[in-house]
């Protein structure tokens, strides 16, 4: 097998555009689940908002890209307001099952026939970064070490590190301010939240908000960076892809989404250009021979995850003090 290949393979996925788009995703989901205790299995629905408020605003209306950038953040505002309002008194098993099927509803109403002159149905919408590409100033693509990205690829992946960036300080600050102790007060112990005379509800609400904008963040930069949007692509593993990224980097932590995005995806893909080889050599037996390399990868990175839940389930950088998964 070509090692050299699959590491550089594996680099280039791990520190491109895709991985921090999926930061972005993990960070909103911190805020819901790592600091207020929220269990929101529907995060991929802020995403796909927010992809298909750009999509829908350049390739349907023609509007310019930076008004879909605002109307997709604000569809993510809509939808936590609508989500929210009804369930976040709830238990948290009941709000997780109806965030995952709010999420699903969505997909399959973007994705259906009636809705293909807006949405593309499901094709998607294509060509939706031009005016992100045509701002460029890279002439050149940039190099790390073994691999290098391409002028478009390089600038998308500025821009979107960048943001996890912004947005890492904004939250760091954001929980070592009053606010953000209110919000792990009510994650440890939602009643004497209350009895303190703390409005819960309203601050469930503001970080169901803030968490969903982030996350639609997310989806605006997957669909710029890949010039498209199609249902198919925010299916509910996205959610759960979130969640172990999360976990493998530490809950309620800075720095644990960026670092479990890019453990996460250098080990999925990885993983797929090994099996790839493996099966070029006929390696592998029986079924796993002739399968796509996505299955098996998807196996060992779930036997590896429930690993790290049973021997650190506070992830890499999270303290076992503070937050575990069971909590």
């Known amino acids: ?14 520190l491109g555009p895709q991985a921090a788009a999926y930061a972005l995703l993990a960070i909103g ?9 929220l269990l929101n299995f ?9 992809a298909y408020g750009v999509g829908i605003s350049v390739a349907t209306w023609g509007l310019p890209l930076w008004a879909g950038v605002l109307i997709g953040l604000l569809a993510a505002v809509v939808l936590a ?7 976040l008194r709830l238990r948290a098993d009941y709000f997780a099952i109806t965030t995952i099927a709010v999420a699903e509803v969505l997909r399959l109403l973007f994705r259906s026939g009636p ?28 190099r790390l070490g073994p691999i290098s990205y391409t002028p478009q690829v390089s600038w998308a ?16 600050l954001l929980m070592r301010s009053p606010w953000g102790r209110i919000l792990r007060a009510i994650r440890e112990d939602e009643d004497a939240a209350r009895a303190l005379g703390k409005n819960v509800f309203s601050y469930k609400m503001q970080s169901l908000i803030l968490g969903g904008v982030i996350g639609s963040v997310g989806g605006i930069m997957f669909a710029i960076t890949g010039s498209t949007v199609n249902a198919d692509s925010f299916r509910p593993q996205i959610t759960f892809f979130a969640y172990a990224i999360l976990i493998l980097g530490g809950a309620a932590t800075r720095v644990g989404p960026i670092v479990g995005a890019v453990i996460f995806w250098f080990l999925f893909s990885g993983v797929q250009v090994m099996i790839r080889q493996m099966q070029g050599a006929d390696l592998l037996p029986g079924v796993l021979g002739t399968t796509t390399p996505g299955g098996p990868a998807l196996i060992l990175m779930g036997t590896a995850l429930v690993l790290l ?7 890499i950088f999270g303290d076992p003090r503070e937050l575990k998964l069971d909590a």
Do not use: C, K
């Open 29 to 37: 989901l911190n805020v819901h689940y790592g600091y207020t205790g």
């Open 157 to 172: 992946l500025l821009v979107t590190w960048g943001l996890v960036a912004l947005i890492t300080i904004m939250i760091a």
């Open 1 to 14: 097998m070509d090692f050299e290949a699959i590491f550089g393979s594996a680099l280039r996925s791990a």
């Open 115 to 142: 809705a293909r002159p807006i949405t593309g149905g499901p094709f998607g919408l294509q060509a939706i970064a031009g005016d992100f590409y045509a701002v460029n100033p890279l002439s050149r693509g940039i």
């Open 81 to 87: 307001i609508i989500l929210g309002a009804p369930t």
């Open 309 to 315: 839940v049973v021997y650190r389930p506070q992830g």
């Open 42 to 50: 529907g995060q991929v629905g802020f995403m796909m908002v927010g």
